[in-house]
T-cell receptor, first 111, second 117 residues
Framework: GENVEQHPSTLSVQEGDSAVIKCTYSDSASNYFPWYKQELGKRPQLIIDIRSNVGEKKDQRIAVTLNKTAKHFSLHITETQPEDSAVYFCAASNGAGKSTFGDGTTLTVKP | GAVVSQHPSRVICKSGTSVKIECRSLDFQATTMFWYRQFPKQSLMLMATSNEGSKATYEQGVEKDKFLINHASLTLSTLTVTSAHPEDSSFYIC?????????????FGPGTRLTVL
């Protein structure tokens, strides 16, 4: 089955700096890669996603890049703010909609 | 975005009892829903895929007789933890799949905190 690895497990940045979280996947059949943000005690919320036919996608301060050949994708957050502090999960999904999640990255943005 | 509700949000029960958790898609129909379990400071572990009108597909290591899933309608899936034990205490989250031409998105419920005494 699919295996998703996510790094780093924790990330601390100063407000205004950029944050990068990286994930690798093993199944070349995976074709959809969403990123979720989960605040403490709350549900995961989709923040951005990318399909396998696209190399990069941007939404304001958030961007995701995908390298299909290397089977890795990354989340980039620019101009970080304290409210960006949360746990971020990457996932890889096949055509059946079943997602395999990474272990999560706890991002702390220090004011 | 699509809204998914879960009920109850918290439940405390005695060991040996059964607990039912409901997952509803409020403003859309979901032929597929997923059930996850999440331990503190850990990732989401997929337990099973719930398909409307058919049997659920369980992940390896998940006991189907212990975690009963029913997806009787396009807006409701239920997870019943049978004969619950303290080790079943966890945060259970459901999600509903929304599939379009360009996206394949899961919308998550708020989760249910189960504590088995």
């Amino acid at each position: 089955g699919e295996n998703v690895e996510q790094h780093p497990s924790t990330l601390s940045v100063q407000e205004g700096d950029s944050a990068v979280i990286k994930c690798t996947y093993s199944d070349s059949a995976s074709n959809y890669f969403p990123w979720y943000k989960q605040e403490l005690g709350k549900r995961p919320q989709l923040i951005i996603d990318i399909r396998s036919n696209v190399g990069e996608k941007k939404d304001q301060r958030i961007a995701v890049t995908l390298n299909k050949t290397a089977k890795h994708f990354s989340l980039h957050i620019t101009e970080t703010q304290p409210e960006d502090s949360a746990v971020y999960f990457c996932a890889a999904s096949n055509g059946a909609g079943k997602s395999t999640f990474g272990d999560g990255t706890t991002l702390t943005v220090k004011p | 975005g699509a809204v998914v509700s879960q009920h109850p949000s918290r439940v405390i029960c005695k060991s040996g009892t059964s607990v039912k958790i409901e997952c509803r898609s409020l403003d859309f129909q979901a032929t597929t829903m997923f059930w996850y379990r999440q331990f503190p400071k850990q990732s989401l572990m997929l337990m099973a895929t719930s398909n409307e009108g058919s049997k659920a597909t369980y992940e390896q290591g998940v006991e189907k007789d212990k975690f009963l899933i029913n997806h009787a309608s396009l807006t409701l899936s239920t997870l019943t933890v049978t004969s619950a034990h303290p080790e079943d205490s966890s945060f259970y989250i459901c999600s509903a799949r929304v599939l379009t031409r360009i996206t394949d998105t899961q919308y998550f419920g708020p989760g249910t905190r189960l504590t088995v005494l």
